[in-house]
């Protein structure tokens, strides 16, 4: 058991969540993002007859690892693009605008104050 957890700690690291930073020649930064599962179980059994030891044991472990997004950063702008199907329903498209509905209300209201005398 103590071996496949150590290999499950392996397979599950940080940067296999985020992935390192990849840059093109004309200077677009991608990090892969992606969504890591995994599973693992053990069992065993004890065939006690008396002054004899049996013992019957075994372990696994499987780790998925699916992309589900790059980050690009270009000219200091950041957007997520999805690897996923696009979104089907009015509620799964609110929420991929939700971002860019932020940054567009926070440029608004940045001009907005940038607009007033005092």
């Known amino acids: 058991m103590n071996s496949t957890m150590e290999k499950v700690r392996e397979m599950v690291d940080a940067n296999n ?3 390192a930073p990849i840059t093109t020649p004309d200077g677009v930064t991608l990090i892969p993002i992606s969504r890591v599962s995994f599973g693992f179980g053990s069992g065993g059994g004890d065939y006690g007859k008396p002054g004899q030891n049996n013992f019957g044991g075994g372990g696994g472990a499987g780790v998925k690892i699916d992309p589900v997004a ?3 950063i270009k000219d200091g ?3 997520v693009m999805p690897v996923a199907v696009p979104p089907v329903s009015t509620v799964d498209r609110i929420v991929d605008m939700a971002p860019d509905i ?8 940045d001009k907005k104050d940038g607009d ?3």
């Not at 932020?102 to 209201?109: A, N, S, Y």
Request: hydrophobic fraction near 50%; proline fraction near 0%.
């Open 102 to 109: 932020v940054d567009k209300i926070g440029k608004f209201f």
């Open 77 to 79: 702008t950041t957007r």
């Open 17 to 19: 969540i985020v992935g």
């Open 70 to 72: 790059f980050l690009v």
């Open 116 to 118: 007033e005398t005092v």
